[in-house]
């Protein structure tokens, strides 16, 4: 039987640590085309791929005292010295960071455990953009958009 896979089993990680307080992760794979087109005929002959394109965006609970540009999150980590968003001084020697969803709740078919399981990774991550959003009643978050090469679910990894 199919197993659903639900947000509340959903946890995200940056470069193999848990991000501590986002409330949800969004991602997309996307593959340009481009037509062909010949003279002396009006439908477009062939759709070539040009381009392939990964991206993702993360809303994080804003915590005091710990922007995006100096995470600390739940767990007290700084994702292995590297900030989510960087400074403005540091864009330009900015390195990379990895990303990944995991099911915290998948069941090894063979022991019958709970193990986790990656639903989506992504690689060669860079933060592209980062806005925020302060209401007077409401839970202030950071919502950052990110420019990755390459996506994989678990079927390619």
């Given at each position: 039987m199919a197993e659903v896979?639900?947000?509340a089993r959903a946890k995200f990680y940056i470069n193999g640590?848990?991000?501590g307080y986002c409330a949800g992760v969004?991602?997309?794979e996307a593959i340009d085309y481009e037509p062909v087109e010949t003279l002396d005929f009006l439908e477009v002959r062939e759709h070539i791929p040009v381009?392939?394109?990964a991206s993702l965006s993360a809303a994080f609970f804003r915590l005091v005292g710990s922007s995006l540009k100096s995470y600390l999150g739940r767990y007290n980590s700084d994702f292995g010295g590297a900030s989510i968003f960087p400074k403005f001084d540091d864009i330009l020697t900015s390195g990379v960071l990895s990303a990944a969803i995991h099911n915290t709740k998948s069941t090894d078919t063979e022991s019958g455990e709970s193990v986790p399981d990656i639903v989506a990774l992504f690689t060669s991550v860079r933060a592209a953009?980062?806005?925020f959003d302060v209401s007077a009643r409401g839970i202030?978050?950071?919502n950052c958009s990110f420019v990755a090469i390459?996506?994989?679910d678990e079927s390619e990894i």
């Open positions: 896979f639900t947000g640590q848990a991000v969004s991602g997309e381009a392939y394109r953009s980062k806005t202030v978050t950071e390459k996506q994989q």
